[in-house]
C-alpha cells in the first residue's frame, strides 16, 4: 500500500512538472487581478468633447461684495 501511495504521488508531480511554471499574469488572474480594458476602449471611443459655459450659479457669495 505504502508503494502504491508512493508512486501516485510521483506521478503527481511529474505531471506538475510538465505543466509548467505559472506566469505572472496568470498568478495574477488566480487572485482576481486582471486586466479588462474591452469596453472601455470602445466607450472612449464614443465620446464626444463638449464646452460648457459655466456661470455663477449663486451658492457661492461674492467676495468682492
Known amino acids: 500500500m505504502f508503494l ?13 512538472l510538465k505543466d509548467g511554471p ?3 499574469k ?3 488572474a488566480a487572485i482576481g487581478l486582471r486586466t479588462d480594458n474591452g469596453p472601455r476602449q470602445a466607450a472612449k471611443e464614443n465620446t464626444k468633447d463638449v ?3 459655466m456661470e455663477n450659479s449663486g451658492l457661492l457669495e461674492d467676495v468682492a461684495t
Open 22 to 24: 505559472y506566469t505572472q
Open 26 to 28: 496568470e498568478a495574477e
Open 51 to 53: 464646452e460648457v459655459d
Open 4 to 16: 502504491w501511495v508512493l508512486a501516485m504521488l510521483t506521478l503527481h508531480r511529474v505531471k506538475a
